[in-house]
């Protein structure tokens, strides 16, 4: 059973970089597309990006400017990096991961992390 | 970005009750709508994908219908662990968008 168990900083000033981590447990990244999603609190959902094993992104154009998301096949790990935060930023992040089948994927999640409340505040 | 607006955005409904819920999309999306559920605290759970394809493992209570830019989410016989929050999200274009969301309260 595949589990994505996540961890970062909880706690930012305005302008400094939040940076989160996703592990993933009982599959591999091979194969799968691995996203970020975030929640502000009380709010919808919005998609930040998304990363493959071989390291191709695709990112949100409205965030794109200040989001980097990389991958560590040697840790099956996936990171997100998003700078110059402000606290329009706040909110629950999740990492998930997207259905492949028969060699198509879909940018429908099916396992999530557990997600993390990053909060902006001076 | 394709915009997705969700109707209604509160639910108030009795155990036994049939809900439908709305999701409109602002361009055409052929089939390419997902449903969720969400309870608080919680990650999102897949329920519906490609319209009308009912995830594994998810109760036939729940049923998925539409094409173009109209689509249905319906509970046929609203259990209680069926409260909650439900989300539409397209997957037509490649960054994706979600619905504002529909709450279902108890009556």
């Known amino acids: 059973q595949v589990q994505l168990q996540q961890w970062g900083a909880r706690l930012l000033k305005p302008s400094e970089t939040l940076s989160l981590t996703c592990a993933v447990y009982?599959?591999?990244?091979?194969?799968?597309?691995w996203n970020w999603i975030r929640q502000p609190p009380g709010k919808g959902l919005e998609w930040i990006g998304e990363?493959?094993?071989?390291?191709?992104?695709n990112y949100n154009p409205s965030l794109k400017s200040r989001v980097t998301i990389s991958i560590d096949t040697s840790k099956n790990q996936f990171s997100l990096k998003l700078n110059s935060v402000t606290a329009a930023d706040t909110a629950v992040y999740y990492c998930?991961?997207?259905?492949?089948?028969?060699?198509?994927?879909?940018?429908?999640?099916?396992?999530w992390g557990q997600g993390t409340l990053v909060t902006v505040s001076s | 970005d394709i915009q997705m607006t969700q109707s209604p955005s509160t639910l108030s409904a009795s155990v036994g009750d049939r809900v439908i819920i709305t999701c409109r999309a602002s361009?055409?999306?052929?089939?390419?709508l997902a449903w969720y559920q969400q309870k608080p605290g919680k990650a999102p759970k897949l329920l519906i994908y490609?319209?009308?394809s009912l995830e594994s493992g998810v109760p036939s209570r729940f049923s998925g219908s539409g094409s173009g830019t109209e689509f249905t989410l319906t509970i046929s016989s609203l259990q209680p662990d069926d409260f909650a929050t439900y989300y539409c999200?397209?997957?037509?274009?490649?960054?994706?968008?979600f619905g504002g969301g529909t709450k279902v309260e108890i009556k």
């Open positions: 361009q055409s999306i052929s089939n390419w």
């Open positions: 009982g599959g591999s990244l091979s194969g799968y597309y």
């Open positions: 998930a991961r997207t259905i492949c089948s028969g060699g198509s994927c879909y940018q429908i999640f099916n396992y």
């Open positions: 999200q397209q997957y037509n274009s490649y960054s994706v968008t």
């Open positions: 490609k319209a009308s």
């Open positions: 990363i493959n094993h071989g390291g191709s992104t």
